[in-house]
């Protein structure tokens, strides 16, 4: 079936960096676009990255500190994130475009937290 | 980049319909037809319900409606049932492939 299943979430101290990656399976991830959403613990939810073809898009909130790519040939999605901070503590969801400007398969989520 | 504005919180009786309201500003909401809802329980994922402000993905029931009004939208859950009892979110493209999320919104059926 159809599904998305994020990994690298850990305990991190503030300015450290961490990888998340998201595999995917169940559908033909090269030919679709992908994005990250995060959501912090009792909070909502809060778009991160965008990644359109070769072309990122980010929120302002991580522009500059996060990085997104993926590798069809190993059907994941990555996200880099540096210069980590406390408010970046969150789970992190990849979520497949659903061409029509929605999200339409999510992942459960990785937990990051930004700690010292 | 603000979030969307919703309710913290809505209720309504088994068999009642409830309206979950999302605003925003002509940026976003009000800016195209591009609003989307999803469903979110407890440790779970967050479902599609809504795209396109009023569009149903397939699987989810009829009971479930949306619309839009100037910067508001909103998600109606007809018949309510105890199994929607779970946190929604709205959210809208924003330009610039970029999209913004509300706050989110409890709901409880008594």
């Known amino acids: 079936q159809v599904q998305l299943v994020e990994s690298g979430g850990d305990v991190v101290q503030p300015g450290g960096s961490l990888r998340l990656s998201c595999a995917a399976s169940g559908f033909t991830f090269s030919a679709y676009n992908m994005h990250w959403v995060r959501q912090a613990p009792g909070k909502g939810l809060e778009w991160v990255a965008f990644m359109w073809s070769s072309a990122t898009y980010y929120a302002d909130s991580v522009k500059g500190r996060f990085t997104i790519s993926r590798d069809n040939s190993k059907n994941t999605l990555f996200l880099q994130m540096d210069s980590l901070r406390v408010e970046d503590t969150a789970v992190y969801h990849c979520?497949?475009?659903?061409?029509?400007?929605?999200?339409?398969?999510w992942g459960l989520g990785t937990m990051v937290t930004v700690s010292s | 980049q603000s979030a969307l504005t919703q309710p913290p919180s809505a209720s309504g009786s088994p068999g009642q319909s409830v309206a979950i309201s999302c605003t925003g500003t002509?940026?976003?909401?009000?800016?195209?037809?591009?609003v989307s809802w999803y469903q979110q329980s407890p440790d779970k994922a967050p479902k599609l319900m809504i795209y396109?402000?009023?569009k149903r993905p397939s699987g989810v029931p009829d009971r479930f409606s949306g619309s839009k009004s100037g910067s508001t939208a909103s998600l109606t859950v007809s018949g309510l049932q105890a199994e929607d009892e779970a946190d929604y979110y709205c959210s809208s493209y924003a330009g610039d492939n970029k999209w913004v999320f509300g706050g989110g919104t409890r709901l409880t059926v008594l």
């Open positions: 396109e402000v009023s």
């Open positions: 002509s940026s976003d909401v009000g800016g195209y037809n591009y």
């Open positions: 979520a497949k475009d659903s061409a029509t400007f929605a999200f339409d398969i």
